[in-house]
């Protein structure tokens, strides 16, 4: 379908799924707005402004002109032109509050009369979501912004639309200029995310007084400053059991069971012993009061059993459901007395993993006789969801989250070869859980899975939406409207051929570094002539953008390696070159960073 007025169409009727039934009643008029109204859309379709005005009503905080200042900045970058001095008629949109007129977070987009577009909302965020709505389906050219004839009411189905950036490694989101970063966090406030998550990996320091812990909360301060920014809410993971690499050697713990799958660092602490839990606990105290300083209102901790973490000794096993579950419930009594209305969540990450130790029905037995204090069970793994939530209910009756893994799996380095789009896996992880969750957050290692983020974020936004509407939007927006049906080909064929490894790595010395690749090919070569040929045809400020650029790679990558059957060769080392200057990488460990540079 490259006819732009077909794909807007279709996304307006798709995004009638978004109406919940509260709002659909008889004499709401919802739904007959609904699309394009007769005659409306060749008043919208194919008219285009270079001259764009806001109108605010009833509001006018730092949320909303966060939200105006990126609008503008994407109209910008994708344009080139300057909307605020723009010449001809302008395009007035109007950003409405209207307390409690919809569900929070909610947005409605109605196209009043010729050259003005409202959004309504009950909240600052849903008019952020609104316009984030309105740029992503409309189209921007040099010529000029071309409003999407999308229109009506739609409402996020999933409270619970976090992110977490993981901050290690020197990767992207541990290394980049921050201004980049923050931009990236903006960018996926447009897509409907809702929090932000950071973790304060204390391993890496000597106690928070370390001057490089304190430059390393200085830097997640930031990340989740720029969050509340947008309206985000803010998140802190950490492991109920975490230790500085200082940590008293008579308090360490003992390595978790099954310590193969679940890890350790080796510097966790034993709640059991004299004085260990009270030192756990005064960590935690330590590190929420440097975010306090920095002046970030904490909304959320996310409680971690393993990976790193647990204790394997005798009075803390079953760790989940005896050892995890008492600090859990310390952890956030504590926390909740320092800053009231805090939430915490309960990871069962690795619980039970490959032998069944009574974890999950241990818990399950704990809130029968006992309320819980946190608020979420978090549930999933590195494959699928975990069986005991198939056959049993959330233990305590608790609203459930995932965590889905977009960045890790099947190939390494993570990003090593440019992006890595996998729609049809996590469809086919969404669906069976869709009807569970209240939402999740997502496990990010940097930019390269851009394209993950998008499509789960439309899950949780409506969860029944098939992924094909989501990854449309992206590449419609993105890339090009008129190629879209040929570039989601060439993903689908990515998707199939993902699986790109490096193997011999560079931590053994002077070992050769091969690469492995997929033995079946769905049509990297097709895929990567699919990608080259529209290059040619895309205006210079999306072909140079890193979201084509990485698409573009990861088909040349597909092609040249099975060429070269697993050899790099000039080409593939351009290539890594190019990735580790979009990613920031130079200072990167190997794990996250592109190979051979
Ligand atoms: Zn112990």
């Not at 950003?95 to 577009?117: G, K």
């Not at 660092?265 to 929420?288: F, H, N, R, T, W």
């Amino acid at each position: 379908m490259t006819n732009r007025r077909q794909f807007l169409r279709k996304s307006a009727l798709l995004g009638a799924a978004s109406l919940t039934a509260d709002y659909l009643l008889a004499n709401d008029k919802v739904a007959e707005h609904h699309g394009p109204k007769p005659g409306s859309e060749c008043i919208y379709d194919g008219k285009i402004y270079q001259n764009i005005k806001f109108q605010t009503f009833n509001s006018s905080n730092d949320i909303l002109n966060n939200a105006i200042r990126i609008f503008n900045r994407e109209l910008h970058t994708r344009t080139g032109l300057d909307f605020s001095t723009g010449k001809g008629n302008p395009l007035t949109i109007e950003l409405r509050a209207v307390p409690q007129s919809m569900p929070l977070e909610a947005f409605r987009i109605e196209h009043l009369e010729a050259d003005r577009i409202s959004i309504k909302a009950s909240d600052d965020k849903g008019l952020l979501f609104g316009l984030g709505k309105l740029l992503h389906t409309s189209l921007l050219t040099t010529a000029g912004f071309t409003p999407g004839t999308w229109q009506g009411l739609s409402v996020p189905e999933k409270p619970f639309r976090m992110i977490y950036f993981a901050t290690h490694f020197y990767n992207f989101y541990h290394e980049a200029p921050i201004d980049q970063v923050i931009k990236y966090i903006e960018d996926l406030a447009f897509w409907g995310y809702n929090g932000i998550a950071v973790w304060f990996d204390m391993h890496h320091y000597n106690g928070i007084r370390d001057a490089e812990a304190q430059l390393m909360i200085d830097r997640l301060a930031l990340l989740l400053q720029a969050g509340k920014s947008v309206g985000m809410k803010t998140m802190l993971t950490m492991l109920a059991n975490e230790g500085y690499a200082s940590s008293p050697l008579n308090l360490r713990a003992k390595a978790p069971k099954q310590v193969n799958l679940r890890g350790k660092y080796g510097v966790e602490i034993c709640p059991s012993q004299p004085g260990g839990a009270e030192l756990i606990l005064k960590q935690v105290d330590q590190e929420l009061d440097e975010f306090i300083k920095r002046g970030v209102a904490v909304d959320y901790l996310s409680l971690w059993p393993y990976d790193q973490g647990g204790c394997g000794c005798d009075q803390c096993t079953p760790w989940g459901s005896n050892g995890f579950l008492k600090m859990t419930n310390r952890i956030t009594k504590q926390a909740q007395k320092k800053i009231p209305g805090l939430k915490t969540i309960q990871s069962t990450w690795l619980f039970d993993i490959a032998v069944d130790e009574g974890e999950w029905a241990g818990l399950a037995k704990a809130y029968n006789r006992e309320k819980p204090v946190v608020s979420y069970i978090m549930a999933d793994s590195h494959e699928t969801f975990p069986k005991y939530l198939m056959n049993n209910p959330v233990p305590g009756n608790l609203p459930l989250l995932n965590f889905p893994e977009i960045s890790m799996w099947n190939s390494w380095p993570w990003g090593g070869f440019g992006a890595n789009p996998l729609p049809q896996r996590f469809q086919d992880l969404w669906s069976p859980i869709k009807d569970q969750v209240a939402g999740g957050y997502l496990y990010s290692e940097g930019l390269f899975e851009d394209l993950n983020k998008v499509l789960y974020s439309r899950f949780y936004w409506d969860s029944q939406e098939p992924v094909g509407v989501a990854l449309r939007e992206y590449v419609a927006f993105n890339f090009s409207i008129d190629h879209a049906d040929r570039i989601i080909e060439a993903i689908h064929i990515m998707e199939k051929n993902h699986g790109l490894n490096m193997v011999n790595n560079e931590l053994v010395k002077n070992a050769p570094t091969r690469f492995t690749v997929p033995e079946n090919d769905f049509g990297a070569k097709r895929a990567y002539q699919l990608l080259s040929d529209i290059d040619l045809d895309l205006p210079r400020n999306v072909k140079t953008s890193w979201r084509w650029r990485i698409l573009m790679l990861r088909a040349m990558f597909d092609v040249e390696f099975r060429l070269s059957k697993g050899v790099e060769n000039p080409k593939i080392i351009a290539g890594f070159k190019e990735l580790g200057q979009i990613y920031s990488s130079k200072k990167a460990n190997i794990h996250v960073r592109p190979p051979l540079i």
